[in-house]
């Protein structure tokens, strides 16, 4: 049971610390608001430019004749968005994913084991695979691989493992081809403190700090706060205000530099 748990796709073996470190920062003001119509899942998001002006998408989601349409969107522009997918056998998800490109996909999960495969059929250009297995002792190992049918040969292959015991989580993942490392690193603190960094590291480059920053679960709501390379700071507060209504408050700014503080406000439900 407890490999079970530990298996992911091989593109979520840093989901952890990723998602620390990247979710709830924006510099957008936001509107999401979710509501089911029969057996219909509808969602609304308007989000205001920079001119002040609004622009909304509208999704659903449903399920018929054995098919889910995971995601039937318009955006403001008029440009289609179609997720849809389906589970003929035990473990096994065929999907496709159409938008401006064109993608047939087939996830198979047994066990300790979860393998991917994607076809671009617009333009015919890539076929991607990945597995990923977990072990015994909180370790899992994978790899993906990209191969373009254009040009006959691979586009892209990388390896990475991730260990998890307690309250550490530390990842190590290939780039470029395996020329380069990414280390993720995630340590919960007590219950409601969590720390969480992101570094690569190459030949011209032996460390190159991408963020590193922490999650406060406090009285008041989540408070999260990072620095990147960039020397970015930012800092965003996450709070129930209702019932399943989710107000999400975030700022940045370069170093001391007060000309380049922005602030993005959310509110979902």
Same mark, same amino acid.
């Given at each position: 049971e407890t490999l079970t748990k530990m298996v992911c796709k091989f593109s979520d073996i840093t989901k952890a610390p990723k998602d620390l470190l990247n979710d709830d920062y924006s510099s957008k003001i936001s509107l999401k608001c979710k509501k089911? @119509?029969?057996?219909?899942? #509808? $969602?609304?998001? $308007? @989000?205001?430019?920079?001119?002040?002006?609004?622009?909304?998408?509208?999704?659903?989601?449903?399920?018929? @004749?054995? #098919?889910?349409?995971?995601?039937?969107?318009?955006? @403001?522009?008029?440009?289609?968005?179609?997720? $849809?997918?389906? /589970?003929?056998?035990? *473990?096994?998800?065929?999907?496709?994913? *159409?938008?401006?490109?064109?993608?047939? *996909? /087939?996830?198979?999960?047994?066990?300790?084991? #979860?393998g991917t495969a994607k076809l671009d059929v617009k333009d015919l250009s890539k076929f991607s695979t990945s597995a990923c297995m977990g072990l015994a002792g909180g370790v899992t190992l994978g790899g993906d691989a990209a191969y373009s049918l254009k040009n006959s040969g691979f586009s892209g292959y990388n390896l990475g493992a991730s260990y998890e015991r307690g309250s550490l989580f530390a990842a190590v993942t290939t780039g470029n081809k395996l020329s380069a490392f990414n280390v993720s690193m995630m340590y919960k603190v007590n219950s409601d403190i969590t720390l969480a960094s992101s570094t690569t590291h190459c030949e011209s480059k032996k460390c190159d700090v991408i963020a590193c920053g922490g999650l406060y679960k406090s009285s008041f709501g989540d408070v999260k706060a990072k620095v990147g390379a960039d020397k970015v700071i930012q800092a965003s507060l996450i709070k129930d205000v209702l019932p399943k209504t989710k107000l999400t408050v975030s700022g940045s700014i370069v170093g001391t530099d007060t000309s380049t503080f922005k602030y993005g406000l959310g509110l979902e439900m």
């Amino acid at each position: 049971e407890t490999l079970t748990k530990m298996v992911c796709k091989f593109s979520d073996i840093t989901k952890a610390p990723k998602d620390l470190l990247n979710d709830d920062y924006s510099s957008k003001i936001s509107l999401k608001c979710k509501k089911s @119509a029969g057996p219909v899942g #509808v $969602t609304i998001d $308007t @989000a205001r430019g920079k001119d002040g002006s609004l622009s909304s998408k509208i999704g659903g989601k449903f399920s018929y @004749a054995g #098919v889910s349409f995971d995601k039937v969107q318009h955006e @403001a522009d008029g440009s289609p968005t179609l997720e $849809t997918s389906l /589970c003929p056998a035990p *473990g096994l998800k065929l999907s496709f994913k *159409g938008s401006k490109g064109a993608d047939l *996909g /087939c996830d198979y999960k047994t066990g300790n084991f #979860v393998g991917t495969a994607k076809l671009d059929v617009k333009d015919l250009s890539k076929f991607s695979t990945s597995a990923c297995m977990g072990l015994a002792g909180g370790v899992t190992l994978g790899g993906d691989a990209a191969y373009s049918l254009k040009n006959s040969g691979f586009s892209g292959y990388n390896l990475g493992a991730s260990y998890e015991r307690g309250s550490l989580f530390a990842a190590v993942t290939t780039g470029n081809k395996l020329s380069a490392f990414n280390v993720s690193m995630m340590y919960k603190v007590n219950s409601d403190i969590t720390l969480a960094s992101s570094t690569t590291h190459c030949e011209s480059k032996k460390c190159d700090v991408i963020a590193c920053g922490g999650l406060y679960k406090s009285s008041f709501g989540d408070v999260k706060a990072k620095v990147g390379a960039d020397k970015v700071i930012q800092a965003s507060l996450i709070k129930d205000v209702l019932p399943k209504t989710k107000l999400t408050v975030s700022g940045s700014i370069v170093g001391t530099d007060t000309s380049t503080f922005k602030y993005g406000l959310g509110l979902e439900m």
